[in-house]
């Protein structure tokens, strides 16, 4: 996998940290969006994106992920994103 920072690495110094979801804002938000947002997630192969960390440099950055096929499509920081509904 390529970290952003350090370049192509070994898998093994990876760490995934869960898909990217948009979290809604919490002055607006009813309980039952808070509760979609916490507790359901899609488990369906798709384009995903997904934080992920490189463990010895403990860098956090995004994948850009094809799950159906396990292909990586993009990796870059978080603050490189223009990712639909992320905060700005």
Known sequence: M????????PISEFVY???FRPMPDP????????????????????VKIEWW???PSTTWFMVERDTARDVILRSFLYSDAAIEGAPK
């Open 2 to 9: 390529t970290c952003p920072i350090n370049g192509p690495r």
């Open 17 to 19: 940290g869960g898909a």
């Open 27 to 46: 002055d607006a938000a009813n309980d039952i969006q808070w509760a979609d947002y916490v507790f359901n997630r899609s488990g369906a192969a798709a």
């Open 53 to 55: 960390c490189h463990s």
